[in-house]
């Protein structure tokens, strides 16, 4: 087996020029596959911050709807109406939950899945009024 020494001048600088080169190559590569795949990470989650950020505010500004209009609602006198309807209603009847149930699940015409439609008893009491189609209404805005 030959040793390094024993290599001419000609052989031993090419190859030492092409390891060089080899292992720089590498090296380069090495360093480029790891900073490709940082910088691709770092873009994902910066998307993902930014979708997060998006949705964040879009959720921000729908509940802020929904809580004035529920603050609209209730300086309105629909509700208190609608309540005071209720509670009147309910001193007209001896068993209230038993009679409600009755007039608007069991006597409803509606079919089921549609019972909400009711807009008033069939029996004319007190809470057959015209309020629940506007409670209707403004739960499903």
Known sequence: MKTLSS???AIKLPALIIF?????TIV?????AINAGTSLKNSSVE???????SRTNELTRYLKSIETDLVEIAKGDVVKVALQDFSNAQEEFENP???LKRLYITENPHPLGSKENLDAAPDGSSIARPMLAI????AVC
């Open 135 to 138: 409670i209707r209404g403004l």
């Open 7 to 9: 290599f001419r001048m």
């Open 20 to 24: 060089t080169v080899a292992t720089a």
């Open 47 to 53: 998307r993902l911050l930014a979708v997060e950020k």
């Open 97 to 99: 939950q038993a009679q």
């Open 28 to 32: 380069s590569g090495v360093i480029l």
